[in-house]
């Protein structure tokens, strides 16, 4: 059983250049979710959806896209790189999506980024 | 908003003592979860314990437990019997609303001999 699968685990863009985070499960969640890690900050959600096709934006949305095409993946796309964005990111899911949100993360093991 | 906060950046302790964390949070709704996340070196993020709003009798694992106090909207987390291994960084977390779960800024713990 993998869990939740990131890849790649590094990665070095150049200011302006586009790339795609990938995200897989394989335990049925509804419920999958990107978040960004920076130092003092804690993680702050980027997107989430609850079930194929249906997502919706978390707190800093800005400069990301995503779909869910499959109950499976959930990729996160960038379309042109900034510093800014320069971050650890970590994928997530929950079964069981609730009215009170998801009961249990799972977390991934986390992209490092780096945009110079 | 619905705001986390933790408000102990590092917190030291030797080697089979207790140590307490710290965890407040805000927000208007009834029914919600607490959670508490460990993240070691490898960087890894570990369920350590979680609380339904709910529910009035604190969430125990193992050497790991919560205070819970609703009408406070606090949190804390209690670590007994520390282990190296418990060296991490410690994040606070409540699904604030409806599909989403928010973060504290998180706790350094550094167990030592």
């Known amino acids: 059983n993998a869990g939740v699968t990131q890849t790649p685990k590094f990665q070095v863009l150049k200011t302006g250049q586009s790339m795609t985070l990938q995200c897989a499960q394989d335990?049925?969640?509804?419920?999958m979710s990107w978040y960004r890690q920076d130092p003092g900050m804690g993680l702050r959600l980027i997107h989430y959806s609850v079930g194929a096709g249906i997502t919706d934006q978390g707190e800093v949305p800005n400069g990301y896209n995503v779909s869910r095409s499959t109950t499976e993946d959930f990729p996160l796309r960038l379309l042109s790189a900034a510093p800014s964005q320069t971050s650890v990111y970590f994928c997530a899911s929950s079964p069981y999506m609730r009215v009170s949100g998801p009961e249990k993360l799972f977390f991934g093991s986390g992209t490092q980024l780096s945009v110079l | 908003a619905q705001t986390v906060t933790q408000s102990q950046p590092e917190m030291s302790v030797q080697e089979a003592e207790t140590v307490t964390l710290s965890c407040t949070y805000d927000?208007?709704?009834?029914?919600?979860?607490l959670f508490w996340y460990k993240q070691p070196p490898s960087r890894q993020m570990i369920l350590v314990i979680r609380q339904e709003a709910y529910k009035q009798q604190n969430a125990t694992e193992n050497r790991f437990s919560v205070n819970f106090q609703k009408a406070a909207k606090s949190f804390s987390l209690k670590i007994s019997d520390s282990q190296l291994g418990d060296t991490a960084m410690y994040f606070c977390?409540?699904?604030?609303?409806?599909?989403?779960?928010?973060f504290g800024a998180g706790t350094q713990v550094v167990v030592t001999p």
């Open positions: 927000t208007s709704e009834s029914n919600y979860y």
């Open positions: 335990m049925n969640h509804e419920y």
């Open positions: 977390a409540f699904t604030a609303s409806w599909g989403k779960l928010q």
